[in-house]
């Protein structure tokens, strides 16, 4: 999720201009839902990206 920081920030900016720009169409509702969808994964993936800096991580087996 931290890779796609971007991506998200891209979305919630196209999202934001469209739905919010006094637009109106029949979709309108739909594009400030996504909107606020993108942006709330947006702030999700920059804390992940704030706490969790180390990308060395690697899974190891569990010894029962």
């Given amino acids: 999720m931290r890779k796609y920081s971007t991506l998200f920030l891209i979305i919630a900016a196209l999202t934001g201009a ?33 706490f969790f800096k180390n990308d060395n991580l690697r899974l190891q087996r569990v010894k029962k």
């Fill in 18 to 50: 469209i739905g919010f720009s006094g637009l109106n169409f029949a979709g309108i509702e739909v594009v400030r839902v996504l909107f606020l969808i993108f942006a709330d994964l947006l702030v999700v993936s920059l804390v992940a990206r704030l």
